[in-house]
Every structure is written in structure tokens, then in C-alpha cells.
């Protein structure tokens, strides 16, 4: 096993300091895109890279971005979870361009949940 690094320490704990922002109030939402193999293969960098580009595009400073492993609905990628300050997060699935956008702009820029994308709210509930 390789030796971390300093800059690998670094990097680690600005991951982590990213996290808990959500949790102390900096942040307002965080957009989580999984990016298991499974999700990689149904298409979750475009996704990934949608994402990016529309956080940039809203010059927004409050939304944090990030990347997860396979969530178990491999059948269901491209995948995100959106979680708003205070409120349990929404798991998206089946994703395209175009639907990533519709939910930034509904869910997380307007807090309404695009139900027509959504699979699950909170631990695991359908809705």
C-alpha cells in the first residue's frame, strides 16, 4: 500500500470538510452523482459533468458536489441523491442531460421535488 502524502492528507480532509459544511449551515444542498462502476457504465460522468457545469453556470457558492459508490439500484443509473439543508435527501434515478437540469432547477435552486424523477426519499422509502 502506498504512503499518503501530505497533499493526499489535504485533500482528504477538504473532502471532509465539505461534509460536515452541509451539516453546520455553510451549505444549503449537496448533489451527490454515483459513480460505482455500474454507474460509470450507464453514463454518471455526463451526468457528473452536467452537474458541474450548471453549479458554475448559477455562481453559486452554497451547493457542494460530490461523488459516491454504487447505491445498490444498479438497474436504475445514472444516478444522484440531493439532499437540502434541514430536509431528507431524494435519490434520482435513470438520469439524462436534460433531467439533471430540471431537477436543479426544481429541487435544488426551487426545494420542490421532481417526484416524476425521483425513486426514493429519505432511508430507502418509495414515494
Known amino acids: 500500500m502506498a504512503k499518503l502524502s501530505i497533499k493526499d492528507l489535504e485533500e482528504i480532509r477538504n473532502k471532509v470538510k465539505k461534509t460536515a459544511m452541509l451539516r ?16 460509470i457504465a450507464a453514463g454518471a460522468r455526463t451526468i457528473m459533468n452536467t452537474v ?4 458554475e ?7 457542494i458536489v460530490t461523488t459516491s459508490g454504487c447505491a445498490g ?6 444516478m444522484a441523491t440531493i439532499e437540502l439543508k434541514g430536509e431528507a435527501p431524494v435519490k434520482y ?4 442531460e ?14 420542490k421535488i421532481v417526484k416524476d424523477y425521483a425513486l426514493v426519499i429519505g432511508s430507502e422509502r418509495e414515494l
Open 93 to 96: 434515478s435513470d438520469l439524462t
Open 24 to 39: 453546520e449551515g455553510i451549505s444549503n444542498a449537496k448533489i451527490t452523482v454515483h459513480m460505482g462502476t455500474c454507474g
Open 98 to 111: 436534460d433531467k439533471i437540469r430540471r431537477i436543479f432547477d426544481e429541487h435544488v435552486l426551487k426545494g
Open 73 to 78: 439500484f444498479c438497474s436504475k443509473e445514472p
Open 52 to 55: 458541474i457545469k450548471i453549479v
Open 57 to 63: 453556470e448559477s455562481k453559486r457558492d452554497d451547493i
